[in-house]
């Protein structure tokens, strides 16, 4: 191989190693770049999902919610329908308490009772549960009772005997303690409850407030129980845009 050849190799290998540097330094840069605005990108789609998420999540609250609220308000206007004037035992803008037969446990007497008679006979008493409260009248009087068993189907067994006579076909049912109230947590949130017979739950939760307004016969607001022909409730919540109001009339 002679001079000239060897100069030309060396140029090729020199220029060949150039290329390869220029090569290796622009594609780090181009590299660099692109992760860079990948991250950019991914970032922003990060932020947009948990956004996104964030948003569905509340909705999903807030359906939860309405649909709580929907419920708790039928359970309320069924109940309430069932009260009349004389049953009520308090009514104040955080309470309504009432008597009435929520289970709808109605049967009557197939036999005279008679004074000091503890066990009467009846049409159907199955399903009445023991501690019950149960009414039993006739044209002239009414007089209530507590079980001291659990109802059988021909018979209900009372915890003191009647202290009247009663003739067959006597009217008997069962009387429930009902009330709604408000409660308030440390936090201030408010929650409506649901008491029967002593047990009380959570009907409709995470309220920012409620109270019970009470109506006479004339459209006037009242605070006297006998007068009482409406209860509206009005709950302000921050799942819905506007008031929630039911009014609901008692029984007549």
Sequence with gaps: MNQGDITRSGKRRRRSIGLLFDKRGVCLTELMVSLTAGVIVLAAALNAFNVAQVHASKQQKDLRHQQDLRLGL?????????????????????????????????????????????????????????????????????????LSRS??????????????????????????????YTKRDENGTVRLMRMVDGGANTLIGDLDDLHFTYWDGYGHVTKQPSLVKRVVLEIESNHSLHKVMREVSLRS
Excluded at 152 to 173: C, I
């Design 74 to 146: 039928e359970v309320f206007e069924q109940e309430v329908r069932l009260a009349v004037a004389e049953s009520i035992v308090s009514a104040t803008p955080d309470e309504f308490r009432f008597h009435a037969n929520i289970s709808a446990h109605r049967t009557m007497t197939t036999g005279s009772v008679v004074l000091g008679q503890s066990v009467i006979s009846v049409k159907d008493g199955s399903g009445w549960s023991e501690g019950k409260t149960v009414i039993i009248c006739s044209q002239q009087a009414c007089e209530s009772h507590r």
């Design 151 to 180: 109802g059988q189907q021909y018979q209900l067994t009372l915890t003191e005997p009647v202290a009247s006579s009663f003739p067959d076909g006597a009217s008997v049912e069962v009387t429930n303690r009902v009330g709604y």
